[in-house]
Structure formats: C-alpha cells, structure tokens
C-alpha cells in the first residue's frame, strides 16, 4: 500500500488527530469515534481530540465520550496533522466545526452511507457495511491493530444500535463474524444492550409516549408521523437525542410502510427523520439536500414543522 494511502502510517506521523462526529450524534457515530480514539490510544500511544454536536445521556458509558468537547467550545484557530470523520455522510453534518476539517493537514472519511460524496482526501466508504462502526473493526483487523475491551465496548456499541440490534435489513453475515471479534476482545452483548436500550430516564419514555399519542395516519394508515415542537421539548426537560428510536417505533405498526419526524430546530427550520420498510427514503430526502440509506434518511427543511411535514407527505404520495 502506497503510505500516501497507509492509515497506519499516517498515523504514526500525526502529532494532533481530531475525530468529528455527525451532528445530532447516534450510537454509530459516537461508538465509532470512542473506539477509534482507544485503538489510536492503545496501538501507537497517542491521544484523539473528539468533538461531537452535543452529549447524549444513552451513551455516557463510552470512556472517551467524557473527553470529547462540544461543537460549541471547540477551538476554531488549531491545525490537526490528522482529522478523522466517522459516519459523517456530507461536509455540513459537521456544521461549525467543519473548519477544522478543512484547515487539517490530511482528512480522512470512513462511512457506511451510500449518499458519502468521498469529500476527504482519503475515503473509505462501504455502504454494504451495516455501520461505520463495523468498517472500523475492519481496518483495525486489516493492519493487525490490538483491540482492548474498551474499543470493544465502543464498536459493538456502534454495530448494535445501527443494525437495530440485527434486526435491519444491513446486517450481513459479515457484521455477525465482527460482532463475534469483539466479543472476543472482551466485549459482553447483554451489559452493552442494557446500557443502549434499557437506561433511558423516566421524562425521555413519557416524552416518547406524548410524542407517539399525537402521531397521524393516513393513507390507508401506509404513512404514519408525529411533529415535535421544541416547546414540549422544553416541557418535558429531555435532550437533544429525545426522538431517538421513535420513528423506528412508529415504522413497527404492521399496516405502516413508511415513518417520519418532524422536529423543530427552529421556528423556519425542521429536521425529517424518514424510515420505510420497502421505500426508498433516501431519494426522497436528497431532494431536500438531505440523504442517508435506502430505507432510512434525513433532512433539514427550511420550513415550519407543520409546512415540512405537508412537504414529506406530498413526496411520499407519489412513490407509495
């Protein structure tokens, strides 16, 4: 492998490494980072700066997450030898911070999504891969990379909450054979689930559920949705990671075939989250200069909650 290319060497000649997470940060992006920044830690003796969008309570158990700094508080004047970003799908899920990417002296992207552009200098992206996080237990696997049970912990993270704890249509033989390495590395299935899935605080299910008993049908109950107002966001107290799952929850009804959220993040502006069981979402938001995978996709519309959800409906009804 040519060293222009070799991660391995251009990690041992970066000083500073930056890791980006995506904006509105999930387990793969921010599993994918903390992992990484243990085996960057662990095979070379060297620290990764990790910056994310904002902190998300589900994950506190990553040991790296309590170093990252927030979007908000990062140092727009440094220079990285090395920037990584990890599932981040476009140049503006980085926002603010893109800055830093643009300013480093080598960039490297490494993503799952099939929309990715390729806009680093290097690029590593296998949109068969079920998550970002399985790709980085590869290239670790690849260069002979010891993984301890913290990267473990991080990456199976990672994996699990992408596939939707194998039950999506991503998860390949493949994911079930890196899985199996990390439960070699130390990694235990069951406490990883619990600590993803079952340590949500008491305001973020009874937000879930207000969100859920206001949801709309329509179409023959083909399409269902819920818009979220930062009002009742307020109300409850709950984080910026409040909808997670819940267009997943609303996708499970039997007679539903597509889902979607509607999210004010302000009063002109609405993030989509877009699900489906056999629809293709991500041409849906492309058109809105969004993307994602097949059959789960985002957005960010300038539009008030109520104007982005007609805007969904009436694209959705042309497909379905």
């Given at each position: 492998m040519n060293s222009d290319n070799n991660i391995e060497y251009i990690i041992k000649n970066s000083k500073k490494i930056l890791l980006i997470t995506h904006i509105n940060p999930d387990g793969d992006t921010l599993g994918s980072a903390c992992g990484l920044a243990s085996i960057v830690k662990t095979n070379f003796k060297k620290n990764c700066d990790i910056l994310i969008d904002n902190f998300v309570e589900t994950y506190s158990f990553l040991e790296n997450l309590k170093s990252a700094k927030l979007y908000s508080d990062a140092d727009k004047s440094?220079?990285?030898?090395?920037?990584i970003t990890l599932d981040v799908a476009s140049l503006d899920r980085m926002e603010q911070v893109k800055v830093l990417f643009d300013k480093a002296k080598t960039t490297?992207?490494?993503d799952h999504h099939g929309t990715n552009s390729g806009f680093a200098q290097i690029n590593i992206i296998e949109p068969e891969a079920s998550s970002t996080g399985e790709i980085v237990v590869k290239i670790a696997g690849d260069y002979g990379w010891k993984i301890t049970k913290e990267a473990a912990d991080a990456l199976y993270a990672a994996i699990l909450t992408d596939t939707g704890s194998f039950r999506y249509s991503n998860t390949s033989a493949d994911t079930f054979k890196i899985a199996s390495k990390l439960l070699d590395c130390g990694t235990v299935p069951d406490e990883i689930a619990k600590k993803c899935y079952d340590s949500y605080p008491k305001n973020f299910v009874m937000?879930?559920?207000?969100?859920?008993?206001?949801?709309v049908f329509t179409d023959d109950d083909k399409i269902a949705y819920t818009c979220v107002f930062r009002k009742d966001i307020e109300k409850f107290k709950v984080g910026p990671d409040c909808t997670e799952g819940l267009t997943e929850k609303l996708r499970s009804i039997v007679s539903t075939e597509t889902a979607f959220i509607a999210k004010e993040l302000a009063p002109n502006l609405t993030k989509i989250s877009l699900r489906s069981k056999n629809t293709d979402v991500s041409k849906i938001c492309s058109l809105f200069g969004g993307g994602g995978h097949k059959f789960a996709a985002g957005c960010t519309i300038k539009a008030s909650v109520k104007q982005a959800a007609e805007k969904i409906l009436a694209e959705?009804?042309?497909?379905?």
């Open positions: 440094l220079v990285y030898d090395l920037v490297i992207n490494i937000f879930q559920n207000y969100c859920l008993n206001k949801a959705l009804r042309k497909v379905l």
